[in-house]
């Protein structure tokens, strides 16, 4: 089953997840409960299953149950440093793709997921040299849930990888260091914390391009924060230092901009009035 599951299109994502491994019934703890049927579902991955042991009404979704059983273990299994491996091996073939952004200099990319839970967040995929997330080209491999991959998969193989670590391109040193930019990451973070509590609150039924400024939307995304098992990583690193606040200065730009835009708009209307 594994091997038929490996060769269907659109899971070229997946790595091999050794039988020892799921036959260990430790590592497959709190399954039980997130998966119907787990006991069929196990043995038709492990192909203890015969085909007079379910019914036809049951086949395809003891199948659904079972990719789901195995993406959750994969999810397990490639955080293993015999999982990491494998995927190492995808890594370097440049399996998942390469990075769409020109400065990257197709940096290749790792799959990850954005929640642990199933049937939540599709798949995305993370470049290591920009620190950012993507969609992936193909529409198979956007369906893939992004919990079977988990979201700790590329940061943990960084962390134990350290020489894969792509190196980062951009501006010189000495403007990312900690400094004023440094003193004001909080109340930059406390801002646009509240930029976005205030239109969740407010605007929710809005469009964007009717009476929010451009300054509103670039304070409205939401940046990809890496963590590790729910652990935030590299949140203080002097180079996110430094985007936060040339993003805080962009954003500070365009509101003086449009600022003096409406004085000038307010000072035609008087004008002509």
């Known amino acids: 089953w594994i091997s038929w599951f490996l060769s269907s299109k659109g899971n070229e994502y997946f790595c091999e997840v050794e039988e020892d491994y799921i036959l260990d019934r430790f590592n497959l703890t709190g399954l039980n409960t997130e998966v119907q049927n787990y006991s069929q579902a196990l043995d038709l991955i492990t192909d203890n299953l015969a085909d007079e042991d379910y019914q036809d009404d049951l086949r395809g979704s003891l199948d659904i149950q079972a990719r789901l059983l195995y993406g959750l273990i994969h999810a397990r299994w490639i955080v293993t440093a015999r999982g990491l491996q494998k995927m190492l091996e995808k890594y370097k073939k440049a399996d998942f793709g390469r990075c769409p952004r020109v400065l990257c200099q197709s940096q290749s990319l790792l ?9 939540e967040k599709s798949v995305k995929l993370y470049c290591g040299r920009c ?15 992004g919990a079977y991959f988990g979201t700790s ?10 020489n894969l670590i792509p190196p980062k391109t951009g501006p010189a040193e000495s403007s990312r260091g900690g400094g004023a930019a440094g003193a004001g990451e909080d109340a930059a973070n ?12 407010e605007g929710a039924g809005e469009g964007i391009g009717e009476g929010i400024s451009t300054a ?25 230092r430094w985007q936060e606040a040339v993003r805080d200065r962009q954003v500070s730009r365009l509101e003086q901009l449009e600022q003096q835009q409406v004085q000038a708009q307010q000072q035609q209307a008087q004008q002509q009035q």
Not at 111 to 119: A, H, K, R, S
Not at 131 to 145: A, T
């Open 153 to 162: 998969f590329p940061h943990l193989l960084f962390l134990v990888y350290p």
């Open 131 to 145: 620190e950012d997330i993507y969609s992936p080209k193909s529409s198979r491999h956007g369906s893939i849930d």
């Open 190 to 201: 406390a801002r646009r914390r509240g930029v976005r509590v205030r239109e969740d609150g």
């Open 216 to 240: 509103t939307v670039a304070l409205r995304a939401d940046r990809y924060r890496p963590r590790i098992f729910g652990f935030h990583v590299n949140e203080i690193a002097k180079l996110q």
């Open 111 to 119: 799959p990850v997921g954005l929640t642990d839970v199933p049937y």
